[in-house]
């Protein structure tokens, strides 16, 4: 074996109990989180050899440029953005310097018209505001991109932070930060001013829908003519003029949360000038802060990384340096990382697992107990529209447009946004590419697309441990194998299933077959709200804000598993090898448990249950196998284990 999948196996710990923390007992043991990062694991580590391999770009890069061997095109682009901001002795010098102008602006202000004029203005340059936009597939007809509307404006993580007593602490933690910040900002009466703008978001916060809502695709499509939208919320004409975006963007756009913008409407009228000024500028400080001096960075970090993350100290400038490049032209570096690190015969080795994970859905899907015929055919229509798309765009993103300064980071940040401002808008203009990419060659991510129905992995992510094509077929079936059919297995979860091939938003379901469906769901919902996680012991995983992910997780794995033992068959393998005393059944499980092994800080933990959509790694490593009767063959279970799950509370879907 060529993975590291049975070097940390912790003996004292049966896998019939505890498959996590047998798996990687040893790793837990030896492993520490870095000081820079508020949990570590699998994902992380690849993360951090991709930042190292990013940095040795950049770094050949800089040189060149330096050199005068070559100082035009992306390499220009790549060197003055990395070096404007790790010139430090520039950057400590200006101070607040650089956002001087946009504080002046808000502080001539006037008008509640003027301000929301003025934050569609700095939207442009990256600032944030109270709603984000973008170009988005019409979900009714997605061969067309419209300009796309939703919630935003507040600055802790989630609304719940706003209203739950649990949370009260942290709220006035992030009253003190923003009055710091003020005070750095040159505000003056800067406390006053931080408490003006907690008791405007805490209103904010008040109408903005839930992160389980949000998830709910009919909900959130809400196509309206421009009329509409005005009659909704007639701020908006004023955001737009400021934003610079010509009336044809608005003649027909989706807005998320028709609710959030109908009570922003009336906020914006009712509460006084002056709270909205304070507000504005706390935006325009966040957006910049870790990007200003030291005094402005210290401060941004100890509040969202120290305070909300547990982290312990602040990322090293290189690594920083690496992060702004990449948010510049991550296409640009992109394309040098895959010349170095992505050769072709992975590639083709990740097509054929495409293709066998594909199959197994295929046969699955097809033998549904669960799942009428008339069903069964439009669910096996849409697998078959699937596009997987490997390693990197065969189509690049021309930056040539940026200009870049080598001593303005500010100036840099600000015409990086407006770039990705304007691309937004010209994918109005030019319609749906589906040769696009939403994630970089670099990053260790993967992801599945609804209203374009594809999949995509990244160059990055297909290296050890969830892939090498030379290693054993278990070992690469259960990590990237479970990964490709956890990202087809979003095309079938609860809001994935609402699309059809094409990536329409339209029923392909009979009654009887959604409703069984959501029975099953129902279950999964149950057993993962039953789970709290070790380090946040006083909350638990909501299941209905994981559903998608858990139902992704669970069909990945068992259809991977299926494709596995055809990937053994078409080899003629009747059984696979046992490699020092295990099964190649029970590597496929213990492939799939090393790339879940994590650690976290208590605080990250609470940040991460009460909003984020995955199930902390633990469980997406024990609770999915729990439902699988090839994990209990495997190994053995028996009931009163700590994995068993009985046949009759399994759950199995696709």
């Given at each position: 074996m060529t993975s590291d999948a049975l070097k940390y196996l912790d003996d004292s710990i049966r896998p019939q109990d505890?498959?996590?923390?047998?798996?990687?007992?040893?790793?837990?043991?030896?492993?520490?989180?870095?000081?820079?990062?508020?949990?570590?694991?699998?994902?992380?580590?690849?993360?951090?050899?991709?930042?190292?391999?990013?940095?040795?770009?950049?770094?050949?890069?800089?040189?060149?440029?330096?050199?005068?061997?070559?100082?035009?095109?992306?390499?220009?682009?790549?060197?003055?953005?990395?070096?404007?901001?790790?010139?430090?002795?520039?950057?400590?010098?200006?101070?607040?310097?650089?956002?001087?102008q946009y504080l002046r602006e808000i502080a001539q202000l006037s008008t509640v018209d003027q301000l929301i004029e003025l934050s569609g203005s700095f939207y442009r340059k990256g600032i944030s505001g109270f709603l984000a936009s973008g170009a988005m597939n019409d979900a009714g007809n997605p061969e067309r991109n419209l300009l796309t509307f939703l919630q935003a404006g507040l600055g802790l993580p989630d609304e719940s932070y706003y209203r739950e007593e649990q949370f009260s602490q942290t709220v006035e933690d992030y009253q003190l930060h923003l009055g710091r910040l003020l005070e750095l900002g040159g505000i003056e009466s800067p406390k006053n001013a931080a408490s003006s703008v907690v008791d405007l978001e805490t209103r904010i916060a008040s109408h903005h829908w839930d992160r389980v809502k949000v998830r709910d695709a009919q909900a959130r499509y809400n196509l309206m003519n421009q009329d509409e939208v005005l009659a909704l919320f007639p701020e908006l004409r004023s955001w737009l003029q400021g934003a610079g975006i010509d009336s044809k963007y608005s003649a027909e756009v989706v807005l998320w949360q028709p609710s959030y913008f109908k009570a922003l409407s009336e906020l914006l009228n009712s509460e006084p000038l002056e709270n909205w000024k304070n507000w504005l500028t706390v935006q325009v400080l966040r957006s910049f802060a870790p990007y200003l001096s030291s005094a402005f960075v210290n401060e941004n970090f100890s509040f969202y990384s120290a305070k909300l993350g547990g982290v312990e100290t602040l990322k090293e400038r290189w690594k920083r340096g690496v992060s702004f490049t990449e948010g510049g032209v991550g296409e640009d570096i992109g394309q040098l990382y895959v010349a170095k690190h992505f050769p072709q015969e992975a590639k083709t080795a990740m097509d054929a697992l495409v293709e066998r994970l594909t199959e197994a859905y295929r046969i699955s899907i097809s033998n549904l107990p669960w799942m009428g015929a008339a069903t069964i055919e439009k669910a096996l229509e849409k697998l078959s529209m699937f596009r997987p798309k490997i390693g990197y765009p065969d189509e690049w993103i021309d930056y040539s447009s940026i200009t870049t300064d080598p001593l303005d980071v500010i100036a840099n940040l600000a015409a990086a946004n407006e770039f990705e401002f304007k691309r937004e808008l010209k994918k109005i203009d030019d319609g749906v590419d589906r040769e696009l990419w939403f994630m970089y060659p670099q990053t260790v991510n993967a992801y599945y697309h609804p209203l374009l129905n594809e999949i995509a992995f990244p160059a990055a992510i297909l290296r050890l441990p969830f892939f090498d094509k030379?290693?054993?077929?278990?070992?690469?079936?259960?990590?990237?194998?479970?990964?490709?059919?956890?990202?087809?297995?979003?095309?079938?979860?609860?809001?994935?299933?609402?699309?059809?091939?094409?990536?329409?938003?339209?029923?392909?379901?009979?009654?009887?077959?959604?409703?069984?469906?959501?029975?099953?769901?129902?279950?999964?919902?149950?057993?993962?709200?039953?789970?709290?996680?070790?380090?946040?012991?006083?909350?638990?995983?909501?299941?209905?804000?994981?559903?998608?992910?858990?139902?992704?997780?669970?069909?990945?794995?068992?259809?991977?598993?299926?494709?596995?033992?055809?990937?053994?068959?078409?080899?003629?393998?009747?059984?696979?090898?046992?490699?020092?005393?295990?099964?190649?059944?029970?590597?496929?499980?213990?492939?799939?448990?090393?790339?879940?092994?994590?650690?976290?800080?208590?605080?990250?933990?609470?940040?991460?249950?009460?909003?984020?959509?995955?199930?902390?790694?633990?469980?997406?490593?024990?609770?999915?196998?729990?439902?699988?009767?090839?994990f209990h063959e495997a190994f053995d279970t028996k009931p009163g284990d700590g994995m068993w799950l009985d046949p009759a509370d399994r759950v199995t879907i696709w």
């Open positions: 505890d498959l996590y923390r047998h798996s990687n007992g040893k790793w837990f043991d030896s492993a520490s989180i870095p000081s820079d990062q508020g949990l570590y694991g699998s994902f992380m580590e690849l993360r951090d050899d991709a930042e190292d391999a990013v940095h040795a770009i950049i770094t050949e890069v800089v040189q060149s440029y330096e050199s005068g061997t070559q100082t035009e095109g992306p390499t220009k682009r790549i060197a003055e953005l990395y070096g404007s901001f790790m010139n430090e002795e520039v950057i400590e010098a200006r101070g607040a310097e650089p956002v001087a030379d290693r054993d077929i278990a070992s690469n079936f259960g990590a990237i194998g479970a990964v490709i059919g956890h990202e087809i297995g979003h095309g079938f979860d609860d809001q994935g299933s609402q699309y059809d091939g094409t990536g329409q938003l339209t029923n392909w379901w009979t009654e009887e077959d959604r409703a069984a469906f959501e029975k099953l769901t129902g279950k999964l919902i149950e057993q993962y709200n039953a789970l709290s996680p070790t380090e946040a012991p006083d909350h638990q995983v909501n299941g209905q804000l994981t559903l998608g992910e858990n139902i992704g997780d669970l069909g990945g794995l068992g259809i991977a598993y299926q494709a596995y033992k055809l990937e053994l068959t078409a080899r003629g393998i009747a059984e696979d090898e046992v490699i020092d005393g295990v099964t190649g059944d029970q590597r496929f499980f213990y492939a799939w448990a090393e790339c879940w092994r994590t650690l976290i800080r208590p605080e990250t933990a609470v940040v991460r249950v009460t909003t984020d959509p995955h199930a902390p790694g633990e469980f997406r490593c024990n609770q999915v196998p729990k439902n699988l009767a090839a």
